[in-house]
T-cell receptor, first 112, second 114 residues
Framework: EAQVTQNPRYLITVTGKKLTVTCSQN?????MSWYRQDPGLGLRQIYY???????DKGDVPEGYKVSRKEKRNFPLILESPSPNQTSLYFCASSIRGHNEQFFGPGTRLTVL | AQSVTQLDSQVPVFEEAPVELRCNYSSSVSVYLFWYVQYPNQGLQLLLKYLSGSTLVKGINGFEAEFNKSQTSFHLRKPSVHISDTAEYFC????????????FGEGTQLTVNP
């Protein structure tokens, strides 16, 4: 089954404790992206990747890192999480950036 | 830079009534347009998309949208809604030239009441 998977689905952590949210897709898509969803703000892009080893900042990259060492994986790293990073995070992939994006199920992160 | 505005944050309707969810966009170049739906506690799934050609686009679950270039709008419509259409709907735009950024609107919560 074609899908985008994210882990973990739910995470509660404390300020400053490094964490990684994994994202994997099995559709051989070139393009992958991370979004955060906050009430009243819609989805805002954090980082995106056009292909392996090619990443770029989205609209709200501060406090996040990404890497794209393999085509199928695009982990999101929070080196020192803060409470304002409490949010619902979605990973997405597509053949190319302007095509239909397929979304993962989301990761709900709470930073205390 | 592109931007999207969804004109209604909440739209309550009764079952079997028609509905229109409004979306305006801003861009200096040609765009691709999308509507996504998010059911409670789920990810987003594509309802429909406009890439080129006919300005009236039909999607899944009986939804359709019309691209109006002069008014820079891409409103979503359904002639008769069901309880199961209760969800949050997002309009999104991507510029044809770059193709690397998908910008979303703030979302419209559609609530269908019996």
């Amino acid at each position: 089954e074609a899908q985008v998977t994210q882990n973990p689905r739910y995470l509660i952590t404390v300020t400053g404790k490094k964490l990684t949210v994994t994202c994997s897709q099995n559709m051989n898509h070139e393009y992958m992206s991370w979004y955060r969803q906050d009430p009243g703000l819609g989805l805002r892009q954090i980082y995106y990747s056009m292909n392996v080893e090619v990443t770029d900042k989205g609209d709200v990259p501060e406090g996040y890192k990404v890497s794209r060492k393999e085509k199928r994986n695009f982990p999101l790293i929070l080196e020192s999480p803060s409470p304002n990073q409490t949010s619902l995070y979605f990973c997405a992939s597509s053949i190319r950036g302007h095509n239909e994006q397929f979304f993962g199920p989301g990761t709900r992160l709470t930073v205390l | 830079a592109q931007s999207v505005t969804q004109l209604d944050s909440q739209v309550p309707v009764f079952e079997e009534a028609p509905v229109e969810l409004r979306c305006n966009y801003s861009s200096s170049v040609s765009v691709y347009l999308f509507w996504y739906v998010q059911y409670p506690n789920q990810g987003l799934q594509l309802l429909l998309k406009y890439l080129s050609g006919s300005t009236l686009v039909k999607g899944i679950n009986g939804f359709e949208a019309e691209f109006n270039k002069s008014q820079t709008s891409f409103h979503l419509r359904k002639p008769s809604v069901h309880i199961s259409d209760t969800a949050e709907y997002f309009c999104a735009v991507s510029e044809k030239t770059s193709g690397s950024r998908l910008t979303f609107g703030e979302g419209t919560q559609l609530t269908v009441n019996p």
